[in-house]
């Protein structure tokens, strides 16, 4: 079984600062890939990241990128100079890859920035 | 371009009573989800299909039951609801099972809230 752990129930930014989230996740699996998928009020789930365990390099999409460090199965999303439209929940998952149809979340992080 | 809706958006029924959510997509994707999201839980899956006709238990399926007589539906029934599945629904579709494929990734419904008095 694969899980995926979230240690941050809630968390606070100032606008325009930097802010890490936290994810641990566990699996047998050499194949797999992670991502962070964002939550805002409206309640629509939208990708924001992902990582392809093979590859070395950290994914980066704009303002978003992530610390992945496989060796100690983490995946943290660090948010740079962050803006009220960031206030979300922040949700880890986890995916086998081909013969797996489960993507596996995290509990979530809310994410609440300040202006 | 609808992408994939979720009907109703919100419904109260009570308990004992069967209701059935909805969900439709347009990308005649092959794959798709039902999770239901609760406080402390995340996001947790019910029900998962492959294809038309083809369906499978997720982590959390007792208490519900699905179809999928057309590739672009595939609505989530309550027998008999009961307060505890008072949640949030969301449907997904996939063009593949296989997430790490590029550009293939799961596109998730606006959610459906449900509260079972």
């Known amino acids: 079984a694969q899980t995926v752990t979230q240690s941050q129930p809630e968390m606070s930014v100032q606008e325009a600062e930097t802010v890490t989230l936290s994810c641990t996740y566990d699996?047998?699996?050499?194949?797999?890939?992670l991502f962070w998928y964002k939550q805002p009020p409206s309640r629509q789930m939208i990708l924001v990241i992902r990582?392809?365990?093979?590859?070395?390099q950290n994914a980066t999409e704009n303002r978003f990128s992530v610390n992945f460090q496989k060796a100690a199965k983490s995946f943290s999303l660090k948010i740079s100079d962050s803006q009220l439209g960031d206030t979300a929940m922040y949700f880890c998952?986890?995916?086998?890859?081909?013969?797996?149809?489960?993507?596996?979340f995290g509990k979530g992080t809310k994410l609440s920035v300040i202006p | 371009d609808a992408g994939i809706t979720q009907s109703p958006r919100y419904k109260i029924t009570e308990t004992g009573r069967q209701v059935t959510l909805m969900c439709h997509q347009t990308?005649?994707?092959?794959?798709m989800f039902w999770y239901r999201q609760d406080l402390g839980h995340g996001l947790r899956l019910i029900y998962y299909?492959?294809?038309?006709?083809?369906?499978d238990k997720g982590e959390v399926p007792d208490g519900y039951v699905v179809s999928r007589s057309k590739t672009e539906n595939f609505p989530l029934t309550l027998e008999s609801a009961t307060r505890s599945q008072t949640s949030v629904y969301f449907c997904?579709?996939?063009?593949?099972?296989?997430?790490?494929?590029?550009?293939?990734?799961?596109?998730f419904g606006p959610g459906t809230r449900l509260t079972v008095l």
């Open positions: 997904a579709s996939s063009e593949s099972e296989n997430l790490g494929t590029s550009g293939n990734r799961q596109f």
């Open positions: 990308w005649s994707h092959s794959y």
């Open positions: 990582q392809e365990a093979y590859k070395q």
């Open positions: 998952a986890l995916h086998s890859g081909a013969g797996s149809y489960q993507l596996t």
């Open positions: 299909s492959a294809a038309a006709d083809i369906t």
């Open positions: 699996t047998s699996e050499n194949n797999y890939y």
